[in-house]
């Protein structure tokens, strides 16, 4: 049966492969609407897929549709309400580029808070869903099966890269620094996925019965961030056909993951 070092190393990769998705904003930091369009279009439709497919379905599987709802619910209005206090957060970068944000906002430029904000929101959604993830990893190993164990950090690697890019874009574009960028994004994901599959694999039998509860909650976060920051912001350049064809196409992507992986 697998330790419990082992597990926190499994989860901590895993969750830390979100750092991966700022890796193409070291090649370039000039992306054009229609790329920057169709990128978040693409890691908007992941990260539904990720919510239904390795949250959702699993939270059913586990509990009932009640308990998964009301996660939901309550995910989706966290959501909201983390996006109403974050103005307090990032005001104090609107008085020094109110002349600037103008001539951006005359040019049909995004203003660079608001792609701080759009980042801040993202990156708590991503952390906030590698949670029940994390957990996930946990109650498996915890329960002695290591080859299913292996399987989810598989497919919670994989959904975590195109996460990270969806964190990283707008945090680029807000003028984070590279290294900044890269280190929130490997954060987000190889901070609490580690912490939260410890949880799981000492109190499996605890965790399992919160499982449905917080997975919904996930989802709930991650869909509210995509219909709330994702789809406007893909649609706003005149490219919202290119969004909309990535959109499909990322959430096709995690529903292959899901069948060939068996998670």
Not at 215 to 239: T, W
Request: glycine residues 12%; hydrophobic residues 55%.
């Amino acid at each position: 049966m697998p330790t419990l070092g082992e597990t926190v190393v499994v989860a901590a990769l895993a969750g830390c492969a979100t750092g991966l998705g700022a890796l193409p904003t070291l090649v370039t930091d000039r992306v054009s609407h229609r790329v920057y369009d169709g990128a978040i279009g693409l890691a908007a439709g992941i990260m539904v897929g990720a919510a239904v497919f390795a949250l959702v379905v699993p939270g059913l599987e586990l509990g009932s549709a009640w308990e998964v709802v009301a996660g939901v619910l309550v995910g989706g209005a966290f959501l909201l309400a983390t996006n109403a206090l974050l103005p307090h957060v990032h005001l104090r970068f609107r008085a020094d580029r109110l002349e600037g944000t103008a001539a951006l906002e005359a040019s049909g430029t995004t203003p660079p808070d608001d792609d701080l904000r759009r980042a801040l929101l993202v990156g708590a959604a991503v952390t906030i869903h590698n949670v029940p993830e994390g957990l996930a990893v946990g109650i498996a190993f915890g329960s002695g099966e290591a080859g299913l164990g292996f399987l989810i950090a598989t497919a919670i690697a994989v959904q975590n890269v195109p996460d990270g890019f969806a964190m990283a874009v707008p945090a680029d574009r807000a003028g984070v620094s590279w290294p900044k960028t890269l280190l929130y994004t490997t954060l987000s994901g190889g901070l609490p996925e580690p912490i939260a599959a410890a949880v799981g694999f000492s109190l499996v039998a605890l965790v399992t019965g919160l499982f449905p509860a917080a997975a919904g909650f996930a989802a709930g976060a991650m869909i509210a961030v995509v219909f709330r920051e994702l789809v406007p912001s893909s649609h706003g350049h005149g490219y919202a056909d290119t969004a909309t064809a990535t959109f499909v196409a990322g959430f096709a992507l995690m529903l292959v993951v899901d069948t060939v992986l068996a998670v």
